[in-house]
């Protein structure tokens, strides 16, 4: 690209150059006696035939520059792509439910991959036309230095208007961020399987395609206005540069009248003037169009660059293998929460103990496990794992002692092999641990009816793929836990909401079998799943309420015993 820029700025004042040599040889073949005449023609056969063969070259050239920046295209927008999610690997959770955090992933990710290459097309530009103008310069210098000025000066009113309504288009986007999101989010309501029931039967689709379409309006009024007086004072500023022009025009053609400069000469000033003009405002506009991709890219910049914390930790084991798992006076409050989710909780699990959580909705069970896997640090206090500090882990290795299936676990548009694989992304392909943990899931008997058995792809958004039921579903995320055999820690947060009891008693018999010398955590409102756990804690504005084993609590006749009751009649 360097190459064919630089040749695509010499060729163009070349190009007048031998068309003036064109000229000035016709005039002479006509003016002239027959022996010089021959002469003279000759000589304008040949200058047309160099024009012919400079045009093919800057043709060649151009188809050339288009090739590059097609493959420059694909590339680059792949690598600015590849940042942007290796970036978001790097995040803590706490940055996805960071709504400015993700007004910036948005900026960056809206137009990251077309604006870099933009602005790499638009400094080879400039080169091009930077060279472009030196060559015109010289050619007009010849004529008067104030041709050079008069050329440089025409366009830069046009360009300082462009300037400051590219600025004010850069700052609308970027205040419309949340309204952008906004809007995609309402598409993708509209739009997802996972929400068309609910809008079908709530009959929200108009309300929420309202509201998507008002969105619309109030970001197009201002849009609307910015395109009015851009193009307005493009226009007025415009005027500028073509009464340039045509003042040059007259004052080449009086001195080709005053017979100062030949007719050639006359063409061909005329010419560089005009292709100078263009030059100059493709400069200037280059200019501006860098100057505007460097705004959107600063939102690139902005993300890329974000802080995170580093991990810390780099120990992969602790001085006491036997001590299981101590929480230690921990707090946490979320982000501009004055409440906290947990208060200065002390609990131990021992090692192969089961721990039971229950407690109502938002009283800090999910919290707690968050924290245990490091998907948040504690606000104050400490978490113990093997008698080691959880920020003293080395993180991978911390996340692969511990296997866990959250009760808003993903329904992966992938295989089934690949759907439960993941869950040991080392061991995916090793499909006898596949099938074990399917089998552990409860989930084998369905997958083998299935039409092509592990191989089946699941979910709506590609061919061929079969929906599973919420139950199903369930058992492929069990599976993926079981995945994990090697995990000291299986966490199931709410693991059996969609399933039936049978199944649900069938589980839980097999997940006491697999867990028999290691820790497990269950969080569950079934009292009939949390009674065969060792030790239940009963968590209440995120504290521990209550705390003992099943008996226990019950001979207390306290929270845990009422809330047993309350679900005992339930069934009678």
Partial sequence: MALTTLLAGVLPAAIAYVGQLIVDAVVMAIQTV??????????????????????????????????????LRV??????????????????????????YYDKLTRARREASSRPLSLVIRTFDLLRETISLVSYGFLLFQFSPWAVLLLGFAGLPAFLAEAKF???????????????????????????????????????????????????????????????????????????????????????????????????????????FRQGQSAVTNSLTAINGMYEDNLYLSNLVEYLEHKVPEASGHKTEGPAPKDGIRFENVSFYYPENLTPALHELNLHIKAGESL???????????????????????????????????????IETLRHKIGVIFQDFSRYQLKVSDNIGIGDVDNMEVRPQVEAAARDGLAADFIQHMPQSYDTQLGTWFKGGKELSGGQWQKIALARAFMRNHADVLILDEP???????????????????????????????????????HIIVLDKGAILEEGSHEALLARDGQYAHLFKLQAQGYM
Avoid at 252 to 266: D, E, K, R
Avoid at 356 to 379: D, F, M, Q, W
């Fill in 166 to 272: 590219s600025g004010e288009a850069f700052r609308n986007q970027r205040s419309r961020s949340a309204e952008r999101r906004m809007q995609i989010y309402l598409e993708m309501v509209l739009t997802r399987e996972d929400g068309v029931k609910e809008v079908k039967l709530l009959k929200i689709g108009r309300l929420f395609l309202q509201r998507y379409i008002d969105i619309f309006h109030n970001i197009y009024k201002e849009d609307r206005s910015l395109v009015l007086r851009r193009g307005f004072w493009g226009y007025v500023l415009g005027l500028i540069s073509s009464a340039a022009f045509y003042f040059a025009y007259g004052w080449v053609a009086f001195a080709a009248i005053a017979t100062t400069i030949t007719i050639g000469q006359m063409t061909m000033y005329i010419a560089v």
């Fill in 496 to 534: 059996t909401a969609a399933i039936d009891a049978k199944a649900e008693a069938d589980i839980f018999a097999h997940f006491r079998e697999l867990t028999a010398d290691r820790i497990s955590i269950i969080i569950s409102h079934r009292f009939s799943t949390v009674r065969i756990a060792d």
């Fill in 356 to 394: 039971a959580i229950v407690g109502e909705n938002g009283s800090g069970k999910t919290t707690l496990i968050k924290l245990l896997t490091r998907l948040y640090s504690p606000t104050s206090g400490r978490i113990l794992l093997e008698g080691l500090d959880l920020q003293e882990w080395d």
């Fill in 34 to 71: 027959p022996e010089v005449r021959d002469a003279a023609t000759d000589q304008a056969i040949f200058y047309v035939l160099c024009e012919a063969g400079l045009v093919v070259l800057i043709t060649a050239i151009q188809r050339i520059n288009t090739v590059c920046q097609s493959i």
């Fill in 75 to 100: 590339l680059l927008g792949n690598e600015i792509n590849v940042m942007i999610l290796e970036k978001s690997l790097t995040l803590e959770l706490a940055h996805f439910e960071d709504s400015e």
